[in-house]
């Protein structure tokens, strides 16, 4: 599949996502025991970038990977603080602006 197109990562830039959330996760994607996700680990970023980046609805995510929508729901809810955590550091976030003099807050 075109991860790629779908997560809009390209192979490097997923490479070092891959990497950095396995470093926040308290366990590891796969377990020895019990019942396999039913998404890779890689599959499972792609799944939740392009949420994220692409607006590509859950729905669809389930249709792409033939998983229940709840499946993707799960993913997405539980990845996405642990992707936002591990971009942190490349994320714009907006300069603070110096109020004016005399400006007054509106809160």
């Known amino acids: 599949m075109r991860f790629d197109r779908m997560s809009g990562l390209d192979e490097k830039q997923l490479d070092e996502l891959e990497e950095r959330v396995s470093e926040l996760l308290e366990k590891p994607w796969d377990k020895e025991t019990g019942r ?3 998404l890779t680990f890689r599959e499972a970023l792609v799944v939740t970038s392009g949420y994220m980046r692409q ?4 729905d669809v995510w389930a249709d792409i990977f033939d ?3 709840s499946t993707i729901s799960r993913i997405i809810t539980f990845l996405t603080p642990l992707v936002e955590q591990a971009t942190e550091e490349f994320r714009r976030h907006p300069r603070k602006q110096p109020k004016p003099p005399g400006a007054r807050s509106r809160w």
Not at 55 to 58: A, D, G, K, S, T
């Open 67 to 69: 998983v229940d929508q």
């Open 55 to 58: 607006n590509i609805i859950e």
């Open 36 to 38: 396999p996700r039913e």
